[in-house]
């Protein structure tokens, strides 16, 4: 499968500890978006990463919510001391360099974080 | 910035019905694309249409289709035949043609009843 592939589905934190999502984009694709689902809500856009860059952070809370996308490895989304209202389905998605060839983005099946 | 508003927050169909979901944008720019994502509840995110903002022809998928109205701004989805399948969140989303990211719609939850 060549798919976006994100892991894991399903995550159970308490108050306080840290999440991390991990992403791994399709096969060619260098460009890794996050997005957040609240439940009842649609997508909202956090970042846009490139290998070793981050291109646009403008949707991320200011703290304590970092994003990498490492020359080696999956795109990480990071979330320290997390809260209740941080529950929610987050999605990855991969493009090819350049959203602007096609404008289509490649989802994930999304990773599901519960804060107790 | 641009905005997407997808007013049904749930519409329902009969199965073999036509049923059409609307959705309109705001945008200063002429250059974009819309789309049309589904949903289901394995929460995939499933692309079902796109159409480039250039193009006056309305995008066609199987028994999916779209009006697009660049004037009103308007970008409705309709689905022919509907079936058990297409049970599913609808999401509306649009991005510049030059732009970094999707802004989807809040979506509207489609029922198909037997």
């Known amino acids: 499968n060549a798919g976006v592939m994100q892991n894991p589905r399903h995550l159970v934190r308490r108050r306080g500890q840290e999440a991390r999502l991990r992403c791994s984009p399709m096969?060619?694709?260098?460009?890794v978006y996050w997005y957040r689902q609240l439940p009842e809500e649609g997508l909202k856009f956090m970042v846009y990463l490139q290998k070793e860059n981050i291109i646009d952070e403008s949707g991320m809370p200011k703290e304590r919510f970092s994003a990498e996308f490492p020359k080696e490895g999956p795109s990480i989304l990071r979330i320290q001391q997390v809260v209740r209202g941080d529950s929610a389905a987050y999605f990855c998605a991969s493009s090819l360099p350049g959203l602007a060839q096609t404008g289509e983005l490649f989802f994930g099946e999304g990773s599901r974080l519960t804060v107790l | 910035a641009q905005t997407v508003t997808q007013s049904q927050p749930e519409m329902s169909v009969q199965e073999a019905e036509t049923v059409t979901l609307s959705c309109t944008y705001d945008?200063?720019?002429?250059?974009?694309?819309l789309f049309w994502y589904k949903q289901p509840p394995s929460r995939q995110m499933i692309l079902v249409i796109r159409?480039?903002?250039?193009?006056?022809q309305n995008a066609t998928e199987n028994r999916f289709s779209v009006n697009f109205q660049k004037a009103a701004k308007s970008f409705s989805l309709k689905i022919s035949d509907s079936q058990l399948g297409d049970t599913a969140m609808y999401f509306c989303?649009?991005?510049?043609?030059?732009?970094?990211?999707?802004?989807f719609g809040e979506g509207t939850q489609l029922t198909v009843n037997p």
């Open positions: 096969k060619g694709h260098s460009h």
């Open positions: 945008t200063s720019e002429s250059n974009y694309y």
């Open positions: 989303a649009f991005s510049l043609t030059s732009g970094s990211r999707l802004t």
């Open positions: 159409q480039e903002a250039y193009k006056q």
